[in-house]
């Protein structure tokens, strides 16, 4: 039952820590009232009457707050009831509770556990807001399949290089959030195993050699779930915007004005250069880091970058690059890079670095597994 509480007026008795959250809600939802306290903290910033509290204080009020602690002002309160009571940590001698509120415009979400656990309400509104869109436009006369695209979201989640504790934190929250989980061929079954239960999982992953969707299908069914007012969850090994398509499912998303939220992941790029103890800038030594992709749309070779080894003060990360290695000693031996280059081949996934020269790079470029880095 939702009561209209700004016609109604409350009393905290109490000025401290506690305190201040019941004021804080009440200040947030509009509600009058007024303070009674002995003493006050310095962060209560609301008008405090200084006094003790007494039975007279109780006139004209419709709700009361008990935030004191004191068993003896909790039995004079009880005793003399004439309004809706809350004392604060005792659910037995509550009429009502605070729930934690998700708010978002006009539309509030109010999560209770009846004064058991606010804690575990706290995390569920936190949740709540997580898949919540910012603002709602309320509309009476909106029909339901609008409601449910307006209240749909869509998660471009990075998932890291692999490991489960490369994991950010905000993704491994969205993961427990979802609906509908499309992932690619990289992740890790463990990541997998966190998505709910009644989650649907959808691969959707893309490997050389195999038939695998057009991003343009991939799209669809993203856009597919969204408008059935799903909460879906698009997970990308690494981050999303770095050779990760997630522009493109950006653009696609946003165009049919759907909800969307990118979280970011740990790239490859920058935890396999770690994994094999490659610092990746050293001052005074190598102050620029270049990322690049050997693998372009439709199948193309990119090897425009490799005049860039000439440079001393750079290392170059090359992504996707493994079945590309002969291309690129070719073309680097070519243009007078020295031979003696060092070069690392990283696969931090199955826990192999080779480190090797660009003279025996495409040769030893054929012991690695996929997915591999390339470090020059």
């Not at 009457?49 to 109780?58: A, G, P, V, W, Y």
């Amino acid at each position: 039952m939702l009561i209209n509480l700004k016609i109604k007026k409350a009393l905290i008795i109490g000025a401290g820590k506690v305190a201040k959250q019941k004021a804080d809600v009440l200040n947030k939802c509009y509600v009058e009232f007024d303070v009674i306290a002995k003493e006050k903290i310095d962060e209560f910033n609301y008008p405090v009457k200084i006094k003790e509290f007494e039975i007279s204080d109780l006139n004209n009020y419709d709700i009361v707050i008990d935030a004191t602690g004191n068993e003896e002002i909790t039995k004079k309160l009880l005793k003399n009831k004439k309004f809706l009571l809350n004392v604060v940590d005792k659910p037995e001698f509550c009429d009502f509770y605070f729930g934690s509120i998700a708010k978002k415009g006009d539309l509030e979400v109010c999560v209770s556990s009846n004064g058991k656990s606010p804690r575990l309400t706290q995390v569920i509104r936190d949740r709540i807001e997580r898949i919540l869109p910012d603002s709602f436009e309320l509309d009476r006369k909106k029909d339901y399949e609008t409601i449910k695209k307006e209240t749909s979201k869509v998660f471009l989640i990075g998932c890291g290089s692999g490991d489960t504790d490369l994991l950010t934190i905000r993704a491994y929250n969205t993961l427990k959030t979802l609906d509908v989980a499309l992932y690619d061929h990289l992740i890790n079954p463990e990541i997998l195993d966190l998505l709910p239960e009644n989650c649907e999982k959808i691969y959707v992953g893309k490997e050389k050699g195999k038939h695998s969707r057009k991003q343009e299908e991939i799209n669809a069914l993203i856009l597919k779930y969204a408008k059935e007012g799903k909460i879906v969850g698009r997970l990308k090994s690494g981050h999303p915007f770095i050779y990760g398509r997630g522009a493109e499912e950006l653009e696609a998303i946003t165009k049919e004005g759907i909800n969307v939220e990118v979280v970011e992941g740990l790239s490859s790029a920058i935890s396999a250069p770690t994994f094999a103890g490659i610092p990746l800038t050293i001052r005074g030594k190598k102050d620029t880091v270049l990322i690049v992709s050997a693998h372009l749309r439709d199948k193309r070779i990119n090897l425009d970058w490799i005049e860039e080894l000439k440079k001393e003060n750079l290392r170059i990360v090359v992504l996707m690059g493994l079945s590309r290695a002969r291309h690129i000693q070719k073309k680097a031996l070519e243009i007078g890079i020295d031979p003696l280059k060092k070069v690392a081949i990283i696969n931090s996934l199955k826990k192999q670095v080779i480190k090797t020269t660009l003279e025996n790079f495409a040769k030893k470029a054929k012991e690695m597994e996929k997915p591999a880095v390339i470090v020059f």
